[in-house]
């Protein structure tokens, strides 16, 4: 059985959601910016809830899924990572965008401090908070059977999944990236998909079942 724990449903899998999403900005401020970053769909997503004239600004896009949803509300991307791990993102940003104003619309909590890397080359990131998430909770009855091969979407994910359960040795962990898996507690079975996208996870899973 394939668990995906990301809040989207996919065929053939078994939805176990761990985040829920709660806006807390009631404005964005666009006052210093010419470009606009996102990290994850649900930031696009909010954004768009809270104004839309983030529209009206080109954008950073990190991820497949993100990238999408931009385009899929009417922006415009103009720099999409095909790798996106933590500093190798912040290094191609300060390569690419020195000379831009950018403003990060994130999460409460994320996995890499874009803003205090980028500052120590010299690189000014402004950064705005709009959204937060928190874990579900689950009774022990939820638990994924043994065997089950378990796809992690974000750090947050694995956290949140831990919160509610203990690791099973029989489980397999597929894993939509490296940053997500320097988050996977040691002694964890995984495997990471060719590409960060949910899809490619699934992909990923069923090869694992396959062999």
Not at 64 to 93: C, H, N, Q, R, S
Not at 107 to 129: C, H, N, T, Y
Request: charged share 30%; net charge positive; aromatic share 12%.
């Amino acid at each position: 059985m394939i668990y995906l724990l990301s809040p989207l449903k996919k065929d053939n899998t078994i939805s176990l959601p761990m985040i829920s999403f709660k806006t807390i900005a009631k404005k964005i401020d666009f006052s210093n910016c010419n470009t606009l970053m996102f990290t994850s769909k649900q930031a696009v997503v909010t954004a768009n809830s809270i104004d839309k004239r983030w529209k009206e600004f080109p954008s950073i896009a990190i991820g497949g899924a993100t990238k999408k949803k931009i385009e899929e509300l009417g922006g415009e991307v103009i720099y999409y990572p095909k790798k996106f791990y933590g500093k190798e993102l912040a290094i191609d940003i300060k390569d690419i965008f020195y000379n831009r104003k950018i403003l990060y619309l994130r999460p409460k909590e994320v996995s890499f401090d874009s803003r205090a890397f980028l500052e120590k080359e010299g690189i000014k990131l402004e950064e705005q908070i709009i959204y937060e998430t928190s874990c579900m909770s689950y009774s022990k009855d939820d638990k994924p059977a043994k065997r089950a091969i378990i796809i992690f979407t974000s750090p947050s994910t694995i956290k949140c999944f831990f919160k509610n359960f203990k690791w099973d040795s029989s489980y397999i962990a597929i894993l939509i990236g490296n940053s997500t898996k320097a988050h996977l507690p040691p002694k964890c079975r995984y495997k990471i998909a060719d590409e960060p996208l949910i899809d490619s996870c699934i992909k990923k899973a069923k090869e694992v079942l396959k062999s």
